[in-house]
């Protein structure tokens, strides 16, 4: 069954749908005069279109979600993290209670150079048995 949904223009860049295709998680973000504040991960109802509710990530202390990455089963998802000094790190967010726990990926050999063709890429992921 294909499904159609319409989010708010300030999730939809970013909206990365669940396992199921009920809910999707992006990050809401205001611009300020200051720069861009987050206000946690919005996650929302794909069969009304409306934020069922907001998870407050919490992350170790510098570090800010930039990107959601993918989900990992219903209740957890995969962030791209940034520090203090724009160093990028992973981490998965439990969607209940908002814990952040580190994912250990290192990408050095792959990230320091240039993917060529287009279609080579870094992908996230996990294999079940």
């Known amino acids: 069954m294909v499904g159609r949904f319409t989010l708010p223009g300030n999730l ?3 909206a990365v749908p669940s ?3 009920r809910t999707t998680a992006t990050l809401a973000r205001e611009v300020t005069p200051d720069g861009v504040a987050g206000h946690g991960m919005v996650l929302t ?5 409306r934020p069922a509710r907001t ?13 959601v990455l993918r989900w990992d089963g219903e209740d ?6 940034s520090g203090p000094r724009d ?18 990926v290192r990408m ?3 990230a320091d150079q ?3 063709p287009a279609e080579l890429g870094v992908v996230l992921g996990k294999v079940r048995q």
Do not use: I, K, M, N
């Open 12 to 14: 939809a860049a970013s």
């Open 55 to 67: 998870v407050a990530p919490r992350l170790p202390a510098g570090r800010q979600a930039r990107t």
């Open 87 to 104: 160093e990028s790190a992973h981490h998965v967010v439990d969607l209940a209670t908002g814990a952040a726990r580190p994912l250990d």
């Open 45 to 49: 109802d794909t069969s009304t279109g």
């Open 76 to 81: 957890a998802v995969v962030v791209r993290t």
């Open 114 to 116: 240039l993917l060529r």
């Open 19 to 21: 396992p199921s295709g």
């Open 108 to 110: 050095s050999d792959v």
